[in-house]
Every structure is written in C-alpha cells, then in structure tokens.
C-alpha cells in the first residue's frame, strides 16, 4: 500500500460516502446515459443491418464512430477548461441535453455516407461534455482516501449500457430497423441521465471538501503548463495511444469477429454482453486496488490480459468458451484503462486544473479509439479477417502497460500550497 494513499488527517473512509453517495450515482447514471457508450455500444449492431440496407462497407459504417471520436477529442480540453472555470453540473447538463438530441436526430440521415459522418461528428462536438470527462471531475472534488473505489463504482455506468444496449438495440433494430435505434436510445440521455443529475449531483460545500483536494478552499494541483512540461505526462500519453488503438476496435468490431467465426447474431450478442460484465468487474475491482497499491502495479496483469485474447481471436478455429474468455480479458482491460486515466490525472497532477489536464489527456485517448475501429474495419475489408490487426494489437497492449511504471511516487500537493492558493 502506498504511504501517500492513506493520510492520517484524512476523513475517515465511510465519511466520504456518506457525504458523496448521491453524486456517485449520479455520476453512474450520466456516464451509463452520455456520450461514451451509447455509441461505441449500438454501432457494432448497426453495422450487418445497414450494410445489407444500404451497401456501404464495413468501414464506411464504422468510420462514423471515428468521426464522432475525433470531434469529440478535438472538444475535450476546451469543455474540460470550462468544467474548471464553470463546474461540472452545467457543463454535464447542457451536454446531456444536447448528445441526447443530436443522437436522437441520426434517425433521419439521408442514404448518403457523407451527411452519415457529418451528422456522427456534430454528436461528438456537443456530447464530449456527458462522458467520463466531467464526471471524473466531480468525483475527484469530493472524494480522496476512496477515490478509486468511487470513480470504479461511477465507472461501471458503461457496463450497464454496455450489457443492456446491445441487446435492446438489436431487439428494436429487429423489428423496426437500424433508423428507430437512435431516437430510442436518445431517450437515455433524455429522460433518465438529465432528471438524476438534476436532481442530485452539485459541486462539493466548504463541509463535503476532503483533506488532500482542498486547501484554504481551493483545489490543490498543478497548472495544465506545468503538467505538460512534466514527463509523467508524456508517459500517459503514450500508454494510452497505445492501449487505445488495440482496444477501441476490438470494442466496437468483437461482434463481427465472432459472426465471422461462424456463430449466430444470438450468440455474437451474448460475447458482447459478457465484455461489457467484465467492463463492470474490471472497474469496480480496479477501484479497490487503486486505492491500496500503486498505480502502475495495478494495471500491469489486467492490461497483459487482453494480449492473450488478441492472439486466440486472431486465431483459427475460435470456439464460443474461447470467445467468451477474450471478451472477459478485454473487458477487464477495458475497465482498468479508464479507471487509470482518471485516478492517475488526479493523484499525479491533482485536481486544481483536471478539466484541462485530463482533456488534453482524453484528446489522444479520443482520436486513437476514434482510429482504431477504422483501422480493424479497413483489415477486415482488405485481408477479409481481423488477424494482421488483433497481432499488432497484442503486443501494444503490453507495451502500454509497461510504460506506466516510469511514473513514480505520487507527489505530494500539500507541500505546493503557497503555489496552490494562486490556481482556481
């Protein structure tokens, strides 16, 4: 356990939930509702049905996801810059609000690929604020001795839509068509995120601020020029181009690479359900861990897992139990990477600035799980398999967990706070 997690002047753990448990939950309903898995978890059924409807490739379909990812990506610093200066509650709001419409309003793209990636991209411009970029903030500011554990808890918002999109969407898109999938969907953001964060979630009182966010009521941590002339920056940055470009197109193509194998629709769909309870599992008990052990330590065995599955996808004769353990590793994967990026942005550069320090963090994240699924589509439609991209991919997820274990010791932002007082 590092020394630096635990603080003997700290509140007292249970304390911290007692006073945050509403914006935990409110933080999970605008996660599972935002502008993170709605998409990356729909597109994959969209893909057979508008392909047989309208005959675009794989990759002209799922060049909309990139698109979208890019969009966003290119958003995030500034929405992150407005989080800090604004607060998380309108930011979150107004982007709920907004992807809710703007998504809902993909049900009437013209049979032309060209307004189908345009509409895509204006979705990500005004969603990037109802995803993990503004709820991480909020939990930040109210927690420190559990932070893990409550960002996990937050987190798995994504698993819920993860396990449950994926069959509804399918369901309506069976029997209405791949069009009635959106507005159905939009009424997520609309109708269940909005009224609960409205409802619950506000920034921390003078009373609710934990010792180690907060001193002389100002946030502690260092300026977004700081954090960028700093290695430990440049080392996220480059484990999660990395782990971002081999997992963002296993997420959204594992559905076709199982088909492809030569099982049903039925059975694709429960693999994919399977990742999104691993997503859970991998957040939730990534969360644990987080606030016990080291960081780097932690990610090291979940982000090696994924390898593994890499090469048995990439590999003849995939049956159903082996696809459903490569849907566990890289779900499990998957929840520790998010965890990591916003635990780590907040331990090592703190939360004085994180809007900004995590948007440009989420900038490369975005635009390398924005690439990856064209990249995976483009191989498919070229080699006619995911081979050639799923070995590439293993070795990258290893390198990307490897390259976190340069960032050292947690600093301490306490002894800063003569700069501290000077930061909003």
Known sequence: MDSQTRDASAPAAPSEFKRGWRIVLASMAGIACGSSPVPFTSIGQLIGPMREALGWSIAQISLAITVYGLCASAMAPLVGALADRHGVRKVALWSLLLFGLSFGSLALTPANVWAWWIAWGLAGLVGVGSGSLTWTRGIGLWFFRQRGLALGIALIGTSF????????????????GWRAAFPVLAMLPLFIALPIVWLWFREPAAEDRPVGVFSAGRALGLLASEAVRGYRFWLMIASILLVALAYG???????????????????????????AVAVLLGRVGTGWFLDRIWAPLVTLPVLSLPAVACVLLAGDGLTLPVAYFCALAVGLAAGAETDMIAYMASRYFGMANYGRIYGLLFLPFGIASAISPAIYGWTRDTTGDYDLALSVASGMFVLGAVVLLGLGRYPDFNARQPQAAALS
């Open 161 to 176: 839509t993860g396990v449950l999109v994926p069959q509804f969407a399918g369901a309506v898109i069976d029997q209405f």
């Open 249 to 275: 197109g296993i997420f959204v193509h594992l559905q076709q690479m199982v088909e492809l194998a030569g099982f049903s629709r039925g059975d694709s769909r429960g693999v994919v359900s399977l990742m």
